[in-house]
């Protein structure tokens, strides 16, 4: 049964108790950024650690001259005889048919084509879904079926609490009902017995009078109080309809949360067996 951060009682309390200026806080709020993922997991750095780094033509030249800026023994460096051999300067033997064209002008997008393992890391590595720690997404999984459980477990004791709170209080405004049916019959008793005495008291009519317009304004009193308890005790019935109507939603909302947790597991299988097949193609494309 989905819910707004705020509208549980004690996360209006907490929030009325935080400034207008600073952000809206929750328990809530503050159990999900427990959850986040680290940023030490989705920054590049972290993502790119285990490839080798590629050295920069400025860091090749350090590496191949001497103090003075002159060549060791005029040589020609490694890159620049990989760049020949790959511009095509050099024997067409010398390098293997097929070889993409690399030269210092172009970059990682014209190889987009190129088949091998530039090809596959780039796939591999351009989806976020592949990178990642899978405890720690295991980890937030469990803490949100255990945060759904525990809300599910709150609501449903909040409904029977409810439940017996209204039985309760349906019983109490029955009882009152019964009383106020026993005043009114006492009431008509001295009624009657006024009405029959005061053909006989002529001395005390006037009294007797005002005793009467007292005892009719009492039972007008007690016919809307009775008509107020009636109100209420209908109030009550659709509540307890209404309790009950919510007790099947947090029951069929009980069998959706059972569901979705079967379907994670479905997922992650499929997970595992997507990661393993692209473990195998990995491992083939280095070997072969």
Same mark, same amino acid.
């Given at each position: 049964?989905?819910?707004?951060?705020? %509208?549980?009682?004690?996360?209006?309390?907490?929030?009325?108790?935080?400034?207008?200026?600073?952000?809206?806080?929750?328990?809530?709020?503050?159990?999900?950024?427990?959850?986040?993922?680290?940023?030490?997991?989705?920054?590049?750095? #972290?993502?790119?650690?285990?490839?080798?780094?590629?050295?920069?033509?400025?860091?090749?030249?350090?590496? %191949?001259?001497?103090?003075?800026?002159?060549?060791?023994?005029?040589?020609?460096?490694?890159?620049?005889?990989?760049?020949?051999? $790959?511009?095509?300067?050099?024997?067409?033997?010398?390098?293997?048919?097929?070889?993409?064209?690399?030269?210092?002008?172009?970059?990682?997008?014209?190889?987009?084509?190129?088949?091998?393992?530039?090809?596959?890391?780039?796939?591999?590595?351009?989806?976020? $879904?592949?990178?990642?720690?899978?405890?720690?997404?295991?980890?937030?999984?469990?803490?949100?079926?255990?945060?759904?459980?525990?809300?599910?477990?709150?609501?449903?004791?909040?409904?029977?609490?409810?439940?017996?709170?209204?039985?309760?209080?349906?019983?109490?405004?029955?009882?009152?009902?019964?009383?106020?049916?026993?005043?009114?019959?006492?009431?008509?008793?001295?009624?009657?017995?006024?009405?029959?005495?005061?053909?006989?008291?002529?001395?005390?009519?006037?009294?007797?009078?005002?005793?009467?317009? #007292?005892?009719?304004?009492?039972?007008?009193?007690?016919?809307?109080?009775?008509?107020?308890?009636?109100?209420?005790?209908?109030?009550?019935?659709?509540? #307890? #309809?209404?309790?009950?109507?919510?007790?099947?939603?947090?029951?069929?909302?009980?069998?959706?949360?059972?569901?979705?947790?079967?379907?994670?597991?479905?997922?992650?299988?499929?997970?595992?067996?997507?990661?393993?097949?692209?473990?195998?193609?990995?491992?083939?494309?280095?070997?072969?």
């Amino acid at each position: 049964m989905p819910t707004s951060p705020t %509208s549980h009682p004690m996360a209006r309390e907490h929030n009325l108790q935080q400034p207008k200026s600073s952000p809206v806080q929750s328990p809530l709020t503050q159990s999900t950024k427990k959850l986040r993922i680290p940023q030490s997991l989705t920054s590049s750095q #972290k993502r790119f650690s285990h490839l080798p780094v590629i050295e920069t033509e400025s860091s090749l030249r350090k590496k %191949s001259t001497s103090p003075d800026e002159s060549p060791f023994n005029d040589k020609k460096r490694l890159v620049d005889q990989f760049y020949e051999l $790959s511009s095509g300067t050099a024997t067409p033997n010398a390098i293997t048919p097929g070889t993409p064209f690399i030269s210092r002008s172009n970059t990682m997008d014209d190889l987009k084509d190129a088949k091998g393992s530039f090809g596959f890391l780039k796939h591999a590595y351009g989806d976020d $879904s592949m990178i990642g720690d899978e405890e720690h997404k295991s980890h937030m999984r469990k803490s949100v079926l255990e945060l759904e459980s525990e809300v599910t477990k709150r609501v449903k004791h909040r409904v029977e609490e409810s439940g017996l709170e209204m039985h309760k209080t349906t019983t109490q405004f029955d009882g009152m009902q019964a009383e106020i049916r026993q005043i009114k019959d006492k009431v008509n008793v001295y009624v009657s017995l006024l009405k029959s005495k005061s053909a006989t008291l002529d001395n005390d009519y006037g009294q007797l009078e005002a005793e009467l317009a #007292k005892l009719y304004s009492t039972l007008s009193v007690l016919d809307q109080y009775e008509l107020a308890v009636e109100t209420s005790r209908q109030k009550m019935l659709t509540s #307890k #309809k209404k309790l009950q109507q919510l007790t099947q939603i947090v029951e069929i909302t009980e069998k959706q949360i059972s569901k979705e947790r079967e379907n994670v597991k479905v997922r992650r299988k499929w997970i595992l067996l997507v990661t393993a097949l692209l473990l195998l193609v990995f491992l083939l494309s280095y070997l072969f």
